[in-house]
T-cell receptor, first 113, second 114 residues
Framework: KQEVTQIPAALSVPEGENLVLNCSFTDSAIYNLQWFRQDPGKGLTSLLL?????REQTSGRLNASLDKSSGRSTLYIAASQPGDSATYLCAVNVIGAGNMLTFGGGTRLMVKP | DVKVTQSSRYLVKRTGEKVFLECVQDMDHENMFWYRQDPGLGLRLIYFSYDVKMKEKGDIPEGYSVSREKKERFSLILESASTNQTSMYLC?????????????FGPGTRLLVL
C-alpha cells in the first residue's frame, strides 16, 4: 500500500528565506504527484502537478521536482512571504488506483515578518 | 473556474442523529470524492463516485454511506452520528480523463458531534 510522508511536519522561517519542503512515497508506480496548499479551516488549492514522465514544474516562486525512482519530491519556495504561511500537502495518484489520491500528512509553514 | 461547494461550513449534531453533508460541483465532472481530515492522520478517503449512481469504498467507509443521484451532487450520509465522526469533511471533484488532472476541493464542513 502506498505511503506518503512529509518532512518536516512544521517549519518556521523568517520572511525572505528560500525553503524546501520534502515528500517521499513508497511505491514509484504513479501517474503523477501533486502539491496542494491549505489555509486554516479551508479546503485545498492545487499548486503544482507533476506527471510521472516529468522532472519538475514551476509556477511563480514555486518549483516542484520529482524523482520517481527514489520516491521523492521537493517543493521549493523562493523568497518566502508571510502570505505563504499555510499547510502544504503532497499527494500521489497511484497507477491502478483510478483517480484516487494518497496524501501525506502535510507540512505546516509559518513565515514570520 | 471550477467551483465545488459544500452545504455547510460548520455543523453541530447530537450522537445518534442522521447527518447529510452535501457537495455540488459545476464543471460536469464524472468523479467526486469525500475525505475526512483529522490532526495527525491527514486526509483519508471515505468514498468516491466515478459516475451517477456509482460508488466505491475508500479507506475508511465504516459508519458512512453516499448517494449520487445527479452528476453534480454527491452526498455523504452519517446514518447514526457518533462522537468519533467529529472531523473536517472535504469534498472534491475531477474529470475522469485524462488521468493527469487535479482534484478540485470544496471549502470543507467542520462537523462536531456531541
Amino acid at each position: 500500500k502506498q505511503e506518503v510522508t512529509q518532512i518536516p511536519a512544521a517549519l518556521s522561517v523568517p520572511e525572505g528565506e528560500n525553503l524546501v519542503l520534502n515528500c517521499s512515497f513508497t511505491d514509484s508506480a504513479i501517474y503523477n504527484l501533486q502539491w496542494f496548499r491549505q489555509d486554516p479551516g479551508k479546503g485545498l488549492t492545487s499548486l503544482l502537478l507533476i506527471q510521472s514522465s516529468q522532472r519538475e514544474q514551476t509556477s511563480g516562486r514555486l518549483n516542484a521536482s520529482l524523482d520517481k525512482s527514489s520516491g521523492r519530491s521537493t517543493l521549493y519556495i523562493a523568497a518566502s512571504q508571510p502570505g505563504d504561511s499555510a499547510t502544504y500537502l503532497c499527494a500521489v495518484n497511484v497507477i491502478g488506483a483510478g483517480n484516487m489520491l494518497t496524501f501525506g500528512g502535510g507540512t505546516r509553514l509559518m513565515v514570520k515578518p | 473556474d471550477v467551483k465545488v461547494t459544500q452545504s455547510s461550513r460548520y455543523l453541530v449534531k447530537r450522537t445518534g442523529e442522521k447527518v447529510f453533508l452535501e457537495c455540488v460541483q459545476d464543471m460536469d465532472h464524472e468523479n467526486m470524492f469525500w475525505y475526512r481530515q483529522d490532526p495527525g492522520l491527514g486526509l483519508r478517503l471515505i468514498y468516491f463516485s466515478y459516475d451517477v449512481k456509482m460508488k466505491e469504498k475508500g479507506d475508511i467507509p465504516e459508519g458512512y454511506s453516499v448517494s449520487r443521484e445527479k452528476k453534480e451532487r454527491f452526498s455523504l450520509i452519517l446514518e447514526s452520528a457518533s462522537t468519533n465522526q467529529t472531523s473536517m469533511y472535504l469534498c472534491a471533484s475531477r474529470t475522469s480523463s485524462p488521468v493527469g488532472k487535479t482534484q478540485y476541493f470544496g471549502p470543507g464542513t467542520r462537523l462536531l458531534v456531541l
